[in-house]
């Protein structure tokens, strides 16, 4: 069973920072990619950050320059450092990852969720 536990979430003024992490646990061979996404009040669920298992990175336009991914594959940790945070940021944040499971000696790729961590940012 695999899972993803996200914490670092909470309340920050504007213009403050808060860094998010999510850990994988279970039974994994390998995780490729990871990344953060978000989804505020009557809006869709967006990317917001993305990292390959090369460590290639990719951010929603909104983001770029604010805030970073990186990943610590020791751990199968990956991390949300947000900079400068805007009221507009405020969502629900969740943590996604692309992970290999081993079955029967074959393997096998499936996309996993966090639960999601509240993110709120006051003006």
């Known amino acids: 069973q695999v899972q993803l536990v996200e914490s670092g979430g909470g309340l920050v003024q504007a213009g403050g920072s808060l860094r998010l992490s999510c850990t994988a646990s279970g039974s994994i061979f390998s995780i490729n990619a990871m990344g953060w996404y978000r989804q505020a009040p009557g809006k869709q669920r967006e990317l917001v950050a993305a990292?390959?298992?090369?460590?290639?990175?990719n951010y929603a336009d909104s983001v770029k320059g604010r805030f970073t991914i990186s990943r610590d594959n020791a751990k199968n940790s990956f991390y949300l450092q947000m900079n400068s945070l805007k009221p507009e940021d405020t969502a629900v944040y969740y943590c996604n990852a692309f992970i290999v499971t081993m079955i029967e000696d074959r393997a096998n790729e499936n996309r996993y969720w966090g639960q999601g961590t509240q993110v709120t940012v006051s003006s």
């Open positions: 990292i390959t298992s090369g460590g290639s990175t």
